[in-house]
């Protein structure tokens, strides 16, 4: 099997037959399907194939566990996932009024609710006006949740006063 076929069939793959009971299809059927994409032969690796949970070697025999070729190429996440260069994001310091205000509109946090529903950066993001997709903030200081005193950053899941 080719170097290329197997860094492949070795880019799909989620875990062996050591370390999932769930894992079925021998890592032969998965080189197979590199090479029936249009893999070529070249030399083989200098390293066998090894899995990216467990470390073990993978052979042709061993069962596998792997993402699928619809999967492999773009995920359904993937495809909701915007991340703007670098030059289109602002950043925005949350000075100690804005960050007071964006406090008291909060009831709660991941660490003490049971369901927290969003990330404190949307509260800034809804007093700001600013657009999510290319908004990051820094804080002055962190926020404390009003009702178990930890500190709040910009990604600490909260739960929204009502």
Known sequence: MGTRNTLNA???LISCEKCDRFAITPFKTLLGESVQDGGSTEAALPEPARCPVCFSIVEET???AFRSDVDFVESPTDA?????PLEEMTVRLVG????????SM???CDQCCDC???TFDCILDELTGCDPKSTEYILCRPARCPRCRRDVTERTIVLPRQ
């Open 10 to 12: 070795q880019d799909r």
């Open 62 to 64: 061993t069962l596998v």
């Open 80 to 84: 909701d996932y915007y991340d703007p």
């Open 96 to 103: 100690e009024n804005l960050r007071a205000a964006a406090q």
């Open 106 to 108: 909060i009831s709660g």
């Open 116 to 118: 927290p529903e969003i």
